[in-house]
C-alpha cells in the first residue's frame, strides 16, 4: 500500500516526467530504498524535504505538502527546537505534552487560534 509520502512524491515524480530509479539516482538512493520509503517501510528522513524541494524546484506550498506527508508516513513530526527562541521552545514542548489528553473544545480553540494568524 502506497504511503501519503509515496502519493506525494509519484506526483512530483510524473510531473517532472521521472521513473523512480532516476528520482533515486537524483538523490544519491537506490531504487529499492525509495520504493521502501513510498510504501511506508523505511523513515524518510527529514533532510528529504530540501533534497526533493531543491531537485523539484517546489513551491512553498508543494513544499509543505511534502513535509505533511512525510510526518504522516513517519507517523510523528519533528521539531527544530535548536532555531526556536525561548517562548517557541516552552509552548512546543507543553502542546507536545498536553495534545494526547486535549478535548475536543480545547482542540478547536487551538486551531482557530492558529488559523487566525493565516487570515
Do not use: C, H, W
Amino acid at each position: 500500500m502506497i504511503s501519503k509520502f509515496g502519493t506525494e512524491i509519484r506526483k512530483i515524480r510524473l510531473k517532472q516526467g521521472d521513473s523512480l530509479r532516476k528520482m533515486a539516482t537524483k538523490l544519491g538512493i537506490s531504487s529499492a530504498f525509495l520504493s521502501a520509503m513510498e510504501v511506508g517501510r523505511k523513515t524518510i528522513p527529514m533532510d528529504y524535504v530540501d533534497k526533493i524541494a531543491s531537485l523539484y524546484l517546489l513551491s512553498d506550498e508543494e513544499k509543505d505538502v511534502l513535509l505533511d506527508s512525510i510526518n504522516e508516513t513517519n507517523k510523528r513530526v519533528s521539531l527544530e527546537l535548536e532555531q526556536m527562541n525561548e517562548a517557541q521552545k516552552n509552548i512546543s514542548l507543553v502542546f507536545a505534552r498536553k495534545i494526547n489528553t486535549a478535548d475536543e473544545e480545547l482542540l478547536e480553540k487551538l486551531r482557530k487560534a492558529l488559523l487566525e494568524d493565516d487570515n
